[in-house]
């Protein structure tokens, strides 16, 4: 019953900007963290940017000084700046969620991925 629904993904030149956002949706109680991971083609998931409720951050070393992740005023909503964009920021995103339900158990969810490209 729970959705992500993210939006901004696209293509862009070397050296452009997207900003990405996610909005969590339905049966949601409590959100303790949201998170931002992308897949390159051939290459694993991994951890981009995350940021939990008391608004604790972390970034891959790769994307320091150039991306920044922010909850929206809507706490239900999260998104991640990305500047400066190379062709090595290509692929897949997709957004994360962590959560507690009304009775205190963990769960946590997935968007469906957005695709950025970067090329000239």
């Known amino acids: 019953q729970v959705q992500l629904v993210e939006s901004g993904g696209g293509l862009v030149q070397p050296g452009g900007s997207l900003r990405l956002s996610c909005a969590a949706s339905g049966s949601i109680f409590n959100i303790a963290a949201m998170g931002w991971y992308r897949q390159a083609p051939g290459s694993k998931r991994e951890l981009v940017a995350a940021?939990?409720?008391?608004?604790?951050?972390k970034y891959a070393d790769s994307v320091k000084g150039q991306f920044t992740i922010s909850r929206g005023n809507s706490r239900n909503t999260v998104y991640l700046q990305m500047n400066s964009l190379t062709p090595e920021d290509t692929g897949v995103y997709y957004c994360n969620v962590h959560s507690f339900s009304r009775t205190g158990v963990f769960n946590e969810y997935w968007g469906q991925g957005t695709q950025v490209t970067v090329s000239s």
């Open positions: 940021i939990n409720s008391g608004g604790d951050i």
